[in-house]
């Protein structure tokens, strides 16, 4: 009775593995998320940022009724930065100088970017930085141009100026610089909640996964173990059958033989004694079934009784050769073209030699029963994903597709002679060498038995 042990206990690997394979893709999904919220966050500042700046160069533009003065720019600034999210503004001029400033003290030249190669890109440009008093700013730096030369304020004073001769002073349309400095603490804190959330989430779903999975590989588990239950009562079944047919036939073999030796040896007294033809086919009759009777108890004890296997390593060809050297006479009676095929170079099989042999000959006189006169039986060993495949082909009268299922039961038959225990002791051999034994035929066209051994 043989168990697989290994597809019983739980595979905890397998679900370790699919819990971490599981954990990666939720992480990934989850830093995804993250990223894109951050992303979300900054565009909200970049856009409050941009429309501040062009605030400013609205409101100045609209309000230059007089020469821009630094004071008058600061107080433009401090008017403008009433939000509280809005941390600082600075003004520079093209050396990075602070003409105008609100909120936070900042030092000056304000170091961050090259302020001649930024003017004359004039691309926005946007940073995150660290400070110690309020935490992170977000930064936005874009080039602050209220009037072009040749532009021209659309102020009452500005035409008044104008009017009376004067013209609008070239400070106004030099480069300047300007830098939002935004608070995100209000956004640090919503993307914290949203972090927090995320992870929750991300454990929730983790969790149901893994006990998913859990579940499959113990509803698995159940079948495996179920089903092994099943293969282990069928196996004490046939143990029990086995024994029961065992103690049978060594109680009977030795009251039965005994009997049929003398009868034997009577019959083949009345054959010399009397030596009419009619009486002479009598006692051939008797003897026959007497070495029949003695065949079918050989067979039961063979069948029941429990063999140890001698394992070797041997070539399957050379038992295929010695098996029809025995049978060479039955196969040379009937007229039997055999064919033979094997493949170069095959490696030995793990085997008992005398039980192996007994199944060949149990097959191939299965084979030689059924087909007719001239027939053929074709036979080839080849090497198939590390075993070793016999195959034995007849071209006879096949096998009903409601029998095929049967045949390797102890005791089936449709022959008027057999025993039905032929067959059923192949089975027994290959399963005793852990291979294994399927049949294929139709009615009409032939049988063939293929048998798969480990080497």
Known sequence: MKINRKNTPLPAIAIIASAFIITLLILGLSYRDIRLEEKRVTNVLYREGITLMRSLEASIRTGMMMEIRREQLQLQLEESTQEPDIAYILLLDEHGEIIAK?????????????????IRTGEAITRIKNNSKIGKVFEIAKTFKP????????????????????????????????????KMAELEQIQKNERKRTIIIAAALLILATGAIYFVFLLQNYYLVNTALEDMKEEVRKTEGFVAVGKIAASIAHEIRNPLSSIKG????FKLRFKAKKDAAY????????????????????YAKPAELNLKKQRLEDIIVYSLKLLQSDIEG?????????EDNLPLALIDKDQI?????????????AVGKSGEIRIGIKQIKGELQLSIADNGKGIAKENIDKIFEPFFTTKKSGTGIGLALVKRIIDMHNGMIAVESREGEGTRFIVRLPM
């Open 334 to 342: 009937k007229g039997i073209n055999i064919k033979e095929e094997y």
């Open 283 to 302: 006692a051939d009759i008797m003897i026959k079934e007497v070495d029949r009777l003695n065949r079918v108890i050989t067979e039961l004890l063979d």
């Open 147 to 182: 009037l072009r030369p040749g532009q021209r304020s659309q102020g009452m004073m500005d035409m008044h100026r104008r009017m009376m001769g004067k013209d609008l002073p070239q400070e106004i349309f030099n480069d300047r610089i300007i830098i939002v400095g935004l």
């Open 357 to 369: 042999t007994q199944a060949v000959l149990n097959i191939l006189l299965n084979s030689i029963e």
């Open 102 to 118: 609100t909120g936070l003290e900042q030092t000056n030249p304000y170091e961050w970017i090259n302020t001649k190669e930024f």
């Open 266 to 269: 009577f019959a083949q007294y």
